[in-house]
């Protein structure tokens, strides 16, 4: 059994809430050991970081894949490879495909397929009602057995809170992670920006901040009824903050994320109506933002993720209420949270906190950690190289970043997974 040895690295450890120089040995695919600058062991191969950092490699919950139905769109092939690229070692890949994940024969096949074409480790998510329609639940439990790791039925609410409930209190049974995103549907549809001054100047339709405090407020509602093991998705108002403040402190078991676009840009960001900047929800305003930073602080929210939605050309390029929501996110996920390292707002292991520990926690994993045992998952990477963002050099299908052309710090050198490299920077 072949040992690896990563000498002079910077150790991003945010179990420990450090950052440390340091070696790690890899040995049958886990980690086997860590430790300070001197006595390092024997080793087959070492591989020398320069003083670079040597993290967990990022657990992205919420990445779409097209397949089926859109591979023009994005491929497990070319998600992978994205991934790889990005320092992600693990996707969980949500259902809203055509057709919808909702039955063990899709699941099966989009597992077979994953494997077969993609370098990293996929996990499938599965739909929470039959097509996404929020009419009638699927079947969890032959669902989890073909190994979905998780329920939603992503941007598409359920509105009818009897089949809501219902299906929280059958995925409790089965100790079933349901994904919601708290949104209240009929006020956010149609929306293109958040309701203020800005949208107003610039003729969008708009939805309050309060329709994600509505529909959280919704959700939490019938997590204390049932009991269900809940995530949402995606919290990005300071309105939403409080609800799931108290719904943390009254025991309730429930998670939150948010993506790497609400964490970074503004609703002032569309301000020439670049379709690149539509993702769902809305950009929000720079008070939100702060205040969802603030929360990613504390701990308040645990997770940050891609939300990767590949869109291609002929869907972006129409009008900004017309347009398609979404933007790709893989390959920027790392650069695009450095940009929080770099202001000062997070350190890098509460970073790598949200971005490895808590997702992989969530969902049940081993990885995410750098500790002896867990699995060497790992992403090298120089959190300040900087560089101009060029979108057609991504390896994602779709290229529809809101990053086009930005100036970024921060590149990833090399992704292992299970102590193989699958990604290496040229």
Same mark, same amino acid.
């Given at each position: 059994?072949s040992?690896t040895?990563?000498?002079?690295a910077?150790?991003?450890?945010p179990?420990a809430?450090?950052?440390t120089?340091?070696w790690?040995?890899?040995?049958?695919?886990?980690?086997?050991?860590?430790?300070?600058?001197?006595?390092t062991p024997?080793?087959?191969e070492?591989?020398?970081?320069a003083g670079q950092?040597l993290?967990?490699g990022?657990?992205?919950i919420g990445?779409?894949v097209c397949?089926?139905?859109?591979r023009?769109?994005e491929?497990y092939?070319?998600? +992978?490879?994205?991934?790889? /690229?990005g320092?992600v070692t693990?996707?969980a890949t949500?259902p809203?495909? =055509? %057709? *919808?994940?909702?039955s063990?024969?899709?699941?099966e096949?989009?597992?077979?397929r994953a494997?077969?074409?993609a370098?990293?480790?996929?996990l499938?998510?599965?739909?929470?009602?039959k097509?996404?329609e929020?009419?009638?639940?699927?079947e969890?439990?032959?669902l989890?057995?073909?190994?979905?790791v998780?329920f939603?039925?992503?941007?598409?609410?359920?509105?009818d809170n009897?089949?809501?409930s219902?299906?929280?209190?059958y995925a409790?049974?089965?100790g079933?992670?349901?994904i919601?995103?708290?949104q209240?549907p +009929?006020l956010?549809a149609? /929306?293109?920006a958040?309701?203020?001054?800005?949208?107003s100047?610039r003729? =969008? %339709? *708009?939805?309050?901040?309060?329709?994600e405090?509505?529909?959280l407020d919704r959700d939490?509602?019938?997590?204390?009824?049932?009991?269900?093991?809940?995530h949402?998705?995606?919290?990005t108002?300071a309105?939403?903050?409080p609800a799931l403040e108290?719904a943390k402190r009254?025991?309730?078991?429930?998670t939150?994320g948010?993506s790497?676009?609400?964490l970074?840009?503004?609703?002032l960001?569309v301000s020439?109506y670049r379709?690149f900047?539509?993702?769902?929800p809305?950009?929000r305003s720079?008070?939100?933002?702060?205040a969802?930073i603030?929360?990613?602080?504390s701990g308040?929210?645990?997770i940050?993720?891609?939300m990767?939605?590949?869109?291609?050309?002929e869907?972006?390029r129409l009008?900004?209420e017309?347009?398609?929501?979404?933007?790709v996110?893989l390959?920027?996920?790392?650069p695009?949270?450095l940009?929080?390292y770099?202001a000062?707002?997070?350190?890098?292991?509460?970073l790598?906190?949200?971005?490895s520990l808590?997702p992989?926690r969530?969902?049940?994993l081993a990885?995410?950690r750098?500790?002896?045992?867990?699995p060497a998952?790992l992403?090298?990477?120089?959190p300040?190289k900087?560089?101009?963002l060029?979108?057609?050099a991504?390896?994602s299908k779709?290229?529809?970043?809101?990053?086009?052309?930005a100036?970024l710090?921060?590149?990833v050198?090399?992704t292992y997974?299970a102590?193989?490299?699958v990604?290496?920077?040229d």
């Amino acid at each position: 059994m072949s040992k690896t040895l990563f000498t002079n690295a910077r150790l991003i450890n945010p179990e420990a809430g450090t950052d440390t120089l340091g070696w790690l040995l890899v040995e049958g695919g886990r980690i086997s050991a860590m430790g300070g600058e001197a006595d390092t062991p024997e080793a087959d191969e070492r591989v020398d970081c320069a003083g670079q950092c040597l993290a967990p490699g990022i657990v992205d919950i919420g990445v779409k894949v097209c397949e089926p139905g859109e591979r023009h769109k994005e491929s497990y092939r070319s998600a +992978g490879l994205a991934a790889a /690229a990005g320092g992600v070692t693990t996707m969980a890949t949500r259902p809203d495909t =055509l %057709p *919808a994940i909702d039955s063990p024969e899709v699941l099966e096949f989009v597992a077979r397929r994953a494997n077969e074409a993609a370098p990293v480790n996929v996990l499938p998510m599965a739909a929470l009602t039959k097509g996404r329609e929020g009419r009638e639940m699927t079947e969890i439990g032959f669902l989890m057995d073909a190994g979905a790791v998780a329920f939603t039925d992503c941007d598409h609410v359920v509105s009818d809170n009897k089949v809501l409930s219902r299906a929280f209190t059958y995925a409790r049974s089965l100790g079933a992670l349901v994904i919601c995103h708290p949104q209240d549907p +009929g006020l956010s549809a149609g /929306a293109a920006a958040t309701s203020g001054k800005f949208a107003s100047l610039r003729g =969008l %339709p *708009a939805v309050s901040p309060m329709a994600e405090r509505m529909g959280l407020d919704r959700d939490i509602a019938l997590l204390e009824m049932t009991g269900a093991k809940y995530h949402a998705d995606q919290i990005t108002t300071a309105r939403a903050l409080p609800a799931l403040e108290r719904a943390k402190r009254n025991g309730l078991d429930i998670t939150a994320g948010t993506s790497i676009h609400h964490l970074t840009l503004n609703e002032l960001d569309v301000s020439d109506y670049r379709t690149f900047f539509k993702v769902k929800p809305p950009l929000r305003s720079e008070e939100d933002r702060q205040a969802v930073i603030e929360a990613l602080r504390s701990g308040l929210i645990d997770i940050i993720s891609s939300m990767h939605t590949p869109q291609d050309e002929e869907s972006k390029r129409l009008p900004f209420e017309e347009a398609a929501s979404g933007a790709v996110a893989l390959e920027t996920l790392l650069p695009a949270a450095l940009r929080l390292y770099h202001a000062e707002a997070l350190d890098l292991p509460t970073l790598f906190r949200a971005m490895s520990l808590n997702p992989a926690r969530r969902l049940g994993l081993a990885s995410g950690r750098l500790a002896v045992g867990a699995p060497a998952d790992l992403v090298l990477f120089d959190p300040h190289k900087p560089f101009v963002l060029d979108r057609f050099a991504l390896k994602s299908k779709s290229k529809n970043t809101p990053f086009d052309g930005a100036r970024l710090q921060g590149k990833v050198l090399a992704t292992y997974v299970a102590g193989t490299p699958v990604y290496e920077a040229d």
